[in-house]
């Protein structure tokens, strides 16, 4: 019923940038909170930006400065916009996206993930 579809992963240099979309699509009410998370190779999920409808984000301590968050409301897309990229960076990044099915009723959905690989 609802999909997130990620693009903009890749491979970069350290210190480049790629910048992260998320579209939206499917039948829902409103899209509340969205956010980004990463993975790496054997260690845990993490937070990395979240961002509400009405714009106030919140950033891990280790992207602030170098990453941003954004969303456009008009085509239910979330953005990333990664800078200064540093190998340490390098994971596979989820889109996550509170639905509003229907007055009352939330659900979370999650992107398949995109590769981001940061190395020399």
């Known amino acids: 019923q609802v999909q997130l579809v990620e693009s903009g992963g890749g491979l970069v240099q350290p210190g480049g940038s790629l910048r992260l979309s998320c579209a939206a699509s499917?039948?829902?009410?409103?899209?509340?909170?969205m956010g980004w998370y990463r993975q790496a190779p054997g260690k845990q999920r993490e937070l990395v930006a979240t961002?509400?409808?009405?714009?106030?984000?919140n950033y891990a301590d280790s992207v602030k400065g170098r990453f941003t968050i954004s969303r456009d409301n008009t085509k239910n897309t979330e953005y990333l916009q990664m800078n200064s990229l540093k190998p340490e960076d390098t994971a596979v990044y989820y889109c996550?996206?509170?639905?509003?099915?229907?007055?009352?009723?939330?659900?979370?959905?999650w992107g398949q993930g995109t590769q981001v690989t940061v190395s020399s």
């Open positions: 961002i509400t409808r009405g714009a106030n984000t």
């Open positions: 996550k996206a509170t639905v509003m099915l229907t007055m009352g009723r939330s659900d979370d959905y």
């Open positions: 499917g039948r829902f009410f409103s899209i509340n909170a």
